[in-house]
C-alpha cells in the first residue's frame, strides 16, 4: 500500500545525487528544530542507544569483568548499515519505509504536524534493503535492530527518540558463554549445587531454543564438581533474537534458592554472543540502590482507555547485580496537602498521613494487574508501562529485592522525559482532562475548522490554558451562538472562568468546562464525577459474589464449582440504583450504554455493550467459555456512558477451580 510523501527530505538534491530514498541529514552534535518548509514541523530524532549496538565492541567481549549488560560485539562503523523509517499518522496518513542516513546517532526530517507512530529499522547487509511494498514481518526477517517511538506534532514536541533492540525480529543468533567466578571466590559449602539459564526477561519462564523443546539452561551441577571457568551454551543451535535474563541460581541442601546473580544478555540475528561472563559473589548480600527513577506519560494514550492514560516509569540501576525484581510504590496525593514529590522516608511517610491513603505496591506479578500495560519489574528490567488515572496525582518509589532483603528506596522525579511532549509538566505524576463544553456554540478557530461538538484536551499540572488552543482567546470572532458572543466559563462546580493570557488551571483534577454567552444566566451544568458506576450494583456469578475493596482497585474471587451457570458461563449483574434527590441518578435515569469486557495482558476474552442500561432494571452480562479459562487473575472493565460523559470501574477477577 502507497502513503503519501509526507518526510521531506533535508537536502534532497544530494540525497538524490546520493541514489537515496530518503534524505541527507547531517547532524554535528545537537540539532535545531522548530519550523520546517511548507508548513511542515522539523523533527529531531535520536537513536538512545547508538554506541551501544553501532560504534563500540561488548565491554566484556575476550575478557572477563562485570557489566550491566551481557552484549555480542557491536556492529562496526566499518560495516554497511542502512536505516531505514515508517510513520503512521493519527489522520491515517501513512510513509512507507524510507531510507534515512543517520551520523552521531541522529538524523532530522521534515514532517507534517500530525500524532506519528514511527517505526525505525537497521539491516546490517549492503544486499538486504527494506523497499516500500514490505510489511512489517517482512522487515523483521531483514533487520537486524528496530526500534518503535510516538511524538505528538500537533502539540509543541520537535524531537523523538528510538531505543533499538533487536526483540522481535526473526534471524536467529546463537550463544557461546564462558563463565567465571569473579576473583576466583569459593563458593560456601552452604550451596549443594548451581543452575546457569536464560529466561524471558518479562515473565520469567526458561525459554527454548528455536524450533526445539530444549531449554537454555544446564542442569544442576554439584557446587563441590563446578569447575571454572565453564562454557554455556551450545553453538550448534538457534536462539531468537532478544533481550534475555542470564541467570546464575545458588542452591541448598533443600533444593532452595539461596542466592541468584544475573545480567540481561541480548542476541543479535546472524551473530553468536561469545562473551566472557564473569559471575561476583553475590550470596547474603542485599541488592544495591536503583540510581535513578523517573515518569513520563505516554503520548496519545489519554483515554484510549477511558478515565486511564499510560505512564512509564524507567530507572536505572548499575550497581544492581542480584536483584529478584524490584517493587514500585504508588501512592495517590491528589487533593491532599502534599506540596512536593518524597525525596527520602520521613516525606514520604508524611506524604501518606497528609494523603489519608495507603501506598500500592506493584513486584514481580505486575503483569498480572488490570492496570499493567508493557515491561516488567523482574531482574534486569530497567522500565515498567502502566495505565494510571485521568485527573489524580501520585508519587513513587522503587527498590530492589532479593531473598536477603531490600535496598534502599529511590524516589521519582518527574523532570525528564522519553523525548519532548512526555514530560509532566509539574510536580507530581498527573495528566487531566480538559473538556470544552460549547453549549450549543460554534467554535472557529483562525486555523483549521469549525467544531460544534464538545473539545477535549489534555494537560499536566500547572500547564493548562483555559481555551481550547492556547494561542487563542475565546473571543466574539471565534465562539459564538446565533450570533451571541462567548462571555465566560462556568465549571462543573457553577464557578465563573475568566479567560486569562497565561495558564490559570493548575489541576490536578478533571475539568468540565461551560460556555456562557451574551444572554445566558448561568447554564445548566453537572459534575461528571456524578454519573461513577457504583460497585455496590454488581454481583458476579449465580451465588452473587459482591465487589470488594476501595475506588479505584476493586476485587473479587469466584470458584468455578459455585460461581458457574449449568453452560459454564459466568454471569455478571449490574443493577443501577437510585442515588437520590441529589444525583442525576434517579428513578428514570439510564445510561446510554455499558460495556463489560474481560482480559489479561495481549489477550480480549469477552466482550459485550448492552444499551439503555435503567435505574431499577437489572442488566446482565454472560461471560461465556469461563469454564475454559485457567485459574488466574483477568482484568474487567465496566464502562458505562451518559451523553458525553464515559465512566470506568475496573476489577480484578479471580478465578480458582
Not at 544442576?220 to 565453564?230: D, E, I, N, Q, R
Not at 514481580?364 to 530497567?382: C, F, H, P
Not at 482532562?433 to 460544534?452: C, D, F, K, M, V
Request: net charge negative; proline share 4%; hydrophobic share 35%.
Amino acid at each position: 500500500m502507497k502513503g503519501k510523501k509526507i518526510f521531506r527530505n533535508c537536502i534532497g538534491a544530494l540525497a538524490l545525487l546520493l541514489g537515496l530514498a530518503g534524505c541527507q541529514n547531517s547532524l554535528e552534535g545537537d540539532s535545531v528544530s522548530g519550523e520546517g518548509i511548507e508548513g511542515l514541523r522539523t523533527l529531531t530524532v535520536e537513536i538512545k542507544n547508538y554506541s551501544e549496538f553501532v560504534e563500540e565492541s561488548s565491554v566484556q567481549a575476550n575478557m572477563f569483568a562485570p557489566a550491566r549488560s551481557i552484549m555480542p560485539d557491536a556492529f562496526k562503523t566499518s560495516d554497511t548499515l542502512s536505516y531505514y523509517l515508517y510513520g503512521k499518522a493519527s489522520n491515517g496518513e501513512e510513509k512507507e519505509w524510507t531510507s534515512v542516513t543517520v551520523e552521531n546517532g541522529k538524523f532530522t526530517l521534515d514532517v507534517e504536524p500530525y500524532n506519528w507512530n514511527l517505526t525505525l529499522a537497521v539491516t546490517a547487509d549492503a544486499a538486504t534493503k527494506i523497499t516500500e511494498a514490505d510489511d512489517l514481518a517482512a522487515v523483521k526477517g531483514k533487520a537486524v535492530l528496530i526500534g518503535y517511538a510516538a511524538v505528538d506534532l500537533t502539540r509543541h514536541a520537535n524531537s523523538a527518540s528510538f531505543t533499538l533492540k533487536p526483540d522481535g525480529l526473526t534471524t536467529p543468533g546463537k550463544v557461546n558463554l564462558t563463565t567465571k567466578l569473579l576473583d576466583d571466590w569459593t563458593i560456601p559449602a552452604s550451596i549443594e549445587s548451581v543452575t546457569l539459564g536464560i529466561y524471558n526477561l518479562t515473565n520469567g519462564t526458561v525459554v527454548n531454543y528455536s524450533g526445539d523443546t530444549t531449554t537454555v539452561q544446564t542442569a544442576k551441577k554439584a557446587a563441590g564438581t563446578l569447575t571454572f571457568p565453564a562454557t554455556f551454551g551450545e553453538s550448534s543451535k538457534d536462539l531468537a533474537p532478544g533481550t534475555y535474563t542470564f541467570k546464575v541460581e545458588f542452591l541448598n541442601a533443600k533444593n532452595e534458592c539461596e542466592a541468584e546473580w544475573s545480567d540481561s544478555i541480548v542476541i543479535l540475528p546472524g551473530k553468536t554472543n561469545g562473551t566472557a561472563v564473569a559471575i561476583p559473589n553475590v550470596i547474603g548480600t542485599v541488592p544495591a540502590k536503583v540510581t535513578t527513577f523517573t515518569a513520563s506519560y505516554v503520548a496519545g494514550t489519554e483515554d484510549s482507555t477511558p478515565g486511564f492514560y499510560d505512564v512509564k516509569f524507567d530507572w536505572v540501576g548499575k550497581d544492581c547485580v542480584n536483584e529478584r525484581y524490584f517493587e514500585i510504590d504508588l501512592l495517590d496525593v491528589t487533593g491532599s496537602t502534599v506540596a512536593a514529590i518524597p525525596t527520602d522516608e520521613t516525606t514520604w511517610e508524611s506524604a501518606v498521613t497528609d494523603s489519608g491513603n495507603t501506598a500500592v505496591t506493584y513486584g514481580a506479578a505486575v503483569i498480572e494487574d488490570q492496570l499493567y500495560t508493557e515491561g516488567s519489574l523482574l531482574a534486569n528490567n530497567k522500565w515498567l508501562t502502566m495505565k494510571l488515572e485521568l485527573g489524580k496525582a501520585y508519587v513513587a518509589r522503587i527498590r530492589a529485592v532479593n531473598r536477603a532483603g531490600s535496598s534502599a528506596n529511590t524516589y521519582v522525579t518527574v523532570g525528564a522525559g522519553n523525548g519532548t511532549g512526555t514530560v509532566f509538566g509539574g510536580t507530581f505524576i498527573n495528566l487531566f482532562r480538559i473538556r470544552y463544553n460549547l453549549q450549543g456554540g460554534t467554535y472557529t478557530p483562525e486555523t483549521g475548522s469549525a467544531q460544534t461538538t464538545p473539545i477535549v484536551r489534555y494537560a499536566s499540572t500547572e500547564t493548562a490554558y483555559l481555551v481550547p488552543d492556547t494561542s487563542e482567546a475565546a473571543t466574539t470572532n471565534i465562539l459564538v451562538k446565533n450570533s451571541l458572543s462567548w462571555t465566560k466559563w462556568q465549571d462543573s462546580g457553577k464557578k465563573d472562568i475568566d479567560v486569562a493570557a497565561t495558564p490559570n488551571y493548575s489541576g490536578p483534577a478533571n475539568i468540565d468546562l461551560y460556555a456562557c454567552y451574551t444572554t445566558d444566566a448561568d447554564v445548566n451544568i453537572f459534575n461528571a464525577a456524578d454519573y461513577k458506576l457504583d460497585a455496590s450494583w454488581i454481583t458476579v456469578g449465580k451465588n452473587n459474589v459482591a465487589l470488594t475493596g476501595t475506588d479505584p482497585s476493586y476485587t473479587v474471587s469466584v470458584s468455578k464449582a459455585d460461581a458457574l451457570d449449568d453452560t459454564g458461563a459466568l454471569i455478571w449483574t449490574v443493577n443501577v440504583a437510585d442515588k437520590g434527590a441529589t444525583s442525576p441518578i434517579t428513578t428514570g435515569f439510564a445510561y446510554d450504554s455499558v460495556t463489560f469486557a474481560v482480559s489479561a495482558p495481549g489477550t480480549k476474552y469477552y466482550s459485550q455493550t448492552q444499551e439503555a442500561v435503567a435505574v431499577g432494571t437489572p442488566a446482565t452480562f454472560t461471560q461465556t467459555g469461563a469454564k475454559l479459562l485457567e485459574s488466574g487473575t483477568y482484568n474487567v472493565l465496566i464502562t458505562a456512558k451518559s451523553g458525553t460523559t464515559t465512566v470506568t470501574l475496573p476489577v480484578a477477577l479471580t478465578i480458582t477451580d
